[in-house]
C-alpha cells in the first residue's frame, strides 16, 4: 500500500462544476503540499497546509490529521483548470522527504 | 525574481554514460530539492540540500549523486545511465516563512537513455 493515496485517479467535469479530489496518507506528517501540473511538466505549488483549511482564489485545501486526509476543492471550474493535481506529505520522522501521491487527472469539458 | 532554471532542458544519452544536470534555484533560496518522474512511478524524491549539506535523501542507488555549491546552485549526477533513468528530473527550491515552506519548481530536465 502506498504511503499516499489520492483518489480519483481520473476526474473529467463540465465546465462550472465542484471539484473535490481526496488525499490519504498512512503516516505522521509535518505538511502536506498540494502540486499542480500542466501538459508539459511545469509544476506549481498551489498549498502547504499543516492543519484546517486554505483558501486561494477558487482553490480550496482542508486537512483532517486525525484522519489522516485532506482534500483539494476547485470552485466554478474552468477547462483552464485541466491539470494533474498530485498531494505530497512531509513526514515527521525519520528522513523528512517528500512522499507523493499518484496525482489525479482533471479534466475540464466547455 | 527570475524563476529556478534547469540546464539542460532536453537531453539524449546512451547505456553506460554519465550525465550532469544543474539547478539555480531563485535568488535567497537555501534549500534544493531534486525528483525523478516517470510515467510508471509517478514523481519520487531524490534528494535535498541546504547550504551545501545534503539533508535528506531518497530510495535510489548510488549512481545518483549531487552536490549544492556556496551560491546555492546543485547539480546531481547519474553516473552509468541504464535505460529505466529515462525521466524527466525536476528541481524545486524551497522558501520558508516561519513553518510554511513553499516550493518553486524548475521546468526540468527531459533526459532520455538510449
Known amino acids: 500500500k502506498n504511503e499516499v493515496e489520492q483518489s480519483p485517479q481520473n476526474l473529467t467535469a463540465q465546465e462550472g462544476e465542484f471539484i473535490t479530489i481526496n488525499c490519504s496518507y498512512s503516516v505522521g506528517i509535518s505538511a502536506l503540499h498540494w502540486l499542480q501540473q500542466h501538459p508539459g511538466g511545469g509544476i506549481v505549488s498551489l498549498f502547504m497546509l499543516s492543519s484546517g483549511k486554505k483558501k486561494h482564489g477558487r482553490l480550496i485545501a482542508t486537512i483532517n490529521i486525525q484522519e489522516k486526509h485532506s482534500s483539494l476543492h476547485i470552485t466554478a471550474s474552468h477547462p483552464r483548470d485541466s491539470a494533474v493535481y498530485i498531494c505530497?506529505?512531509?513526514?515527521?520522522?525519520?528522513?523528512?522527504?517528500?512522499?507523493f501521491g499518484q496525482g489525479t487527472r482533471l479534466t475540464i469539458n466547455p | 525574481k527570475a524563476g529556478v532554471t534547469q540546464t539542460p532542458r532536453y537531453l539524449i544519452k546512451t547505456r553506460g554514460q554519465q550525465v550532469t544536470l544543474s539547478c539555480s534555484p531563485i535568488s535567497g533560496h537555501r534549500s534544493v530539492s531534486w525528483y525523478q518522474q516517470t510515467p510508471g512511478q509517478g514523481l519520487q524524491f531524490l534528494f535535498e540540500y541546504f547550504s551545501e549539506t545534503q539533508r535528506n535523501k531518497g530510495n535510489f542507488p548510488g549512481r545518483f549523486s549531487g552536490r549544492q555549491f556556496s551560491n546555492s546552485r546543485s547539480e546531481m549526477n547519474v553516473s552509468t545511465l541504464e535505460l529505466g533513468d529515462s525521466a524527466l528530473y525536476l528541481c524545486?527550491?524551497?522558501?520558508?516563512?516561519?513553518?510554511?515552506?513553499?516550493?518553486?519548481f524548475g521546468p526540468g530536465t527531459r533526459l532520455l537513455v538510449l
Open positions: 505530497a506529505v512531509r513526514g515527521i520522522q525519520g528522513a523528512q522527504k517528500l512522499v
Open positions: 524545486a527550491s524551497s522558501f520558508y516563512r516561519g513553518d510554511v515552506e513553499t516550493q518553486y
